[in-house]
C-alpha cells in the first residue's frame, strides 16, 4: 500500500485565500480593550513620576523641618494606593479592581484639589502679587497637584471606557 503524498512544491488545500469567510474575527472590543489597556499604562506611568515629585517634595519639606501638612502626606498616599490598584487590576484585566482604582483615584484627586485650596497661593494670585507668587516654591508644589487631578481625571475616563469595553455586551 504506497501512500499518497502530495509532491513537495504543492500547496496544502486551503491556504490560498479562498477560505477567508471561514475564517474567525476578533470581535473590536479586544482591540479597543487592548489600546486602552496600553492607554492606561502609559497614563500610570505619568502619576508615578508626579507621585514620586511629590514624595521628593514632602522629603524637602521634612529637611527643612517645616513639617508638611496632613492633607499633602494624605494625598501623597492615595496617590501611591491608587496607582497600586490601578496597575494590578490592569494586569489582572479585573473590572472590580479599575471600579476600585476609580474610586481612589477620585479620592486622591479631591485631596489634592483640597490642598490646592487650603494653600495661600490662590490669596495671593487673588490680590494680584505675581511677583510673590513666582518667586513661591509652593507654587511649584501647586502646579504638580493641578497637573496630577488633570491626569487623574483622564486616567479615571480611560478607566471607565476600559471596562465599559471590557463587560460582556449580550445581545437580545
Given at each position: 500500500m504506497?501512500?499518497r ?13 479562498s ?5 474567525m474575527v476578533?470581535?473590536?472590543r ?30 524637602l519639606?521634612?529637611?527643612?523641618q517645616?513639617?508638611?501638612g496632613?492633607?499633602a502626606?494624605?494625598s ?6 491608587c ?5 494590578s487590576?490592569r ?5 472590580n ?10 479620592v486622591?484627586?479631591?485631596?489634592s484639589?483640597?490642598q ?6 490662590l490669596?495671593q494670585?487673588r490680590?494680584g502679587?505675581?511677583g510673590?507668587v ?23 475616563m480611560?478607566t ?5 469595553n471590557?463587560?460582556v455586551?449580550?445581545?437580545?
Amino acid at each position: 500500500m504506497s501512500r499518497r503524498q502530495p509532491p513537495p512544491s504543492a500547496r496544502p488545500s486551503g491556504t490560498d485565500g479562498s477560505d477567508f469567510s471561514y475564517r474567525m474575527v476578533v470581535d473590536s472590543r479586544y482591540t479597543k480593550v487592548a489600546q486602552g489597556k496600553g492607554r492606561l499604562c502609559k497614563l500610570l506611568l505619568a502619576q508615578a513620576a508626579i507621585q514620586v515629585i511629590g514624595v521628593l517634595w514632602l522629603l524637602l519639606l521634612f529637611l527643612q523641618q517645616r513639617g508638611p501638612g496632613q492633607l499633602a502626606v494624605f494625598s501623597v498616599l492615595a496617590g501611591f494606593i491608587c496607582l497600586a490598584i490601578g496597575e494590578s487590576g490592569r494586569r489582572c484585566n479585573s473590572k472590580n479592581l479599575l471600579r476600585s482604582y476609580t474610586v481612589v483615584a477620585s479620592v486622591a484627586a479631591i485631596l489634592s484639589l483640597a490642598q490646592i485650596i487650603t494653600s495661600n497661593l490662590l490669596l495671593q494670585i487673588r490680590s494680584g502679587s505675581l511677583g510673590a507668587v513666582s518667586s513661591n516654591p509652593e507654587a511649584i508644589e501647586n502646579g504638580r497637584l493641578l497637573i496630577s487631578v488633570v491626569l487623574q481625571l483622564y486616567t479615571i475616563m480611560t478607566t471607565l471606557t476600559l471596562i465599559g469595553n471590557m463587560s460582556v455586551k449580550r445581545a437580545s
